[in-house]
T-cell receptor, first 112, second 111 residues
Framework: KQEVTQIPAALSVPEGENLVLNCSFT??????LQWFRQDPGKGLTSLLL?????REQTSGRLNASLDKSSGRSTLYIAASQPGDSATYLC???????????FGKGTKLTVNP | EADIYQTPRYLVIGTGKKITLECSQT?????MYWYQQDPGMELHLIHY???????EKGDLSSESTVSRIRTEHFPLTLESARPSHTSQYLC??????????FGQGTRLTVV
């Protein structure tokens, strides 16, 4: 059974700092890995999608990497801003069933 | 921008009532999902569908049921709501190597 773990569970940083969020998964038979952002009480906003054959994806200040063989992904946020404060979720899409399996998320607070 | 919609956004209803949460997508995705999320907690898959007339139970047991009569529509029904059903329900769609898109969610409160 696929398990997704995100570390740390919570992170508080001063504005302007670069930071890394970690995601690990136990079963490497995945279609892709997706990073989401969730604001309190809201739905999920897709940030980046990495296919199983890719190593990284970039969008603006965000960069996500994938090491499928070791079951790890990182989300790098450059020059953090208070508006980046949210919970960041990592999800893998399983091969075969195509179920999305989520981690518990990292709650990020960026202090002005 | 994601073309997946959930209604209602918020619902407060009395115990014992029957409710249906609506989810529609216009992207033509075969795969659709329902997740349940309690406040501050992780998402749990409760139902998913591979396509029309296909429904499967997810990893978390749920008293809700779903149907998939049309590709674009994946409603979730609770026959008799209870306070323990109070939660946020999130619908998503996606296919193969594509992104998964989520609706804005329905926050259900059963009193």
């Amino acid at each position: 059974k696929q398990e997704v773990t995100q570390i740390p569970a919570a992170l508080s940083v001063p504005e302007g700092e670069n930071l890394v969020l970690n995601c690990s998964f136990t079963d490497s038979a995945i279609y892709n890995l997706q990073w989401f952002r969730q604001d309190p009480g809201k739905g999920l906003t897709s940030l980046l999608l990495i296919q199983s054959s890719q190593r990284e994806q970039t969008s603006g200040r965000l960069n996500a990497s994938l090491d499928k063989s070791s079951g790890r992904s990182t989300l790098y946020i450059a020059a953090s801003q208070p508006g980046d404060s949210a919970t960041y979720l990592c999800a893998v899409k399983q091969g075969g069933s195509e179920k999305l399996v989520f981690g518990k998320g990292t709650k990020l607070t960026v202090n002005p | 921008e994601a073309d997946i919609y959930q209604t209602p956004r918020y619902l407060v209803i009395g115990t014992g009532k029957k409710i249906t949460l609506e989810c529609s997508q216009t992207m033509g995705h075969d795969k659709m999902y329902w997740y349940q999320q309690d406040p501050g907690m992780e998402l749990h898959l409760i139902h998913y569908s591979y396509g029309v007339n296909s429904t499967e139970k997810g990893d978390l047991s749920s008293e809700s049921t779903v149907s998939r009569i049309r590709t674009e529509h994946f409603p979730l029904t609770l026959e008799s709501a209870r306070p323990s059903h109070t939660s946020q329900y999130l619908c998503a769609s996606g296919q193969g190597w594509t992104e998964a898109f989520f609706g804005q969610g329905t926050r259900l409160t059963v009193v």
